[in-house]
């Protein structure tokens, strides 16, 4: 059975730091494809990153720059570090796995799609 679970939310201020992790069992996170999607409340879900199975990173627009997705095999771990957080950032952060790396970059981009999705973990930056 395959599970993905998120952590690592927390309230922070504008111009602050946080680091989400993504604990994948069922499957090793470097055979996999493992995203981070975001949503707010009255938006659709928005793509922010996803690493597949050889490593290659693919990140949303309105990210780049600031977001570091990375693992740790060792603990079948996904990471999320974001940096310069700004209010807009603000959104509840789901992580998802799938084993199709070769639909990884397209599945990130619709925002959708992924096979197996967390409950979600909620980022919220003040001003």
């Known amino acids: 059975q395959v599970q993905v679970v998120e952590s690592g939310g927390d309230s922070v201020q504008s111009g602050g730091s946080l680091r989400l992790s993504c604990v994948v069992s069922?499957?090793?996170?470097?055979?996999?494809?493992v995203g981070w999607f975001r949503q707010a409340p009255g938006s659709d879900r928005e793509g922010v990153a996803a690493?597949?199975?050889?490593?290659?990173?693919t990140y949303g627009d309105s990210v780049k720059g600031r977001f570091t997705i990375s693992r740790d095999s060792a603990k079948n771990t996904v990471y999320l570090q974001m940096n310069s957080l700004q209010p807009e950032d603000t959104a509840t952060y789901y992580c998802?796995?799938?084993?199709?790396?070769?639909?990884?970059?397209?599945?990130?981009?619709?925002?959708?799609?992924?096979?197996?999705w967390g409950r979600g973990t909620q980022v919220t930056v003040s001003p």
């Open positions: 690493v597949k199975d050889e490593g290659y990173e």
């Open positions: 998802a796995a799938d084993p199709r790396n070769d639909m990884c970059t397209l599945l990130l981009h619709a925002g959708a799609g992924f096979r197996y």
């Open positions: 069922g499957y090793t996170v470097d055979s996999i494809c």
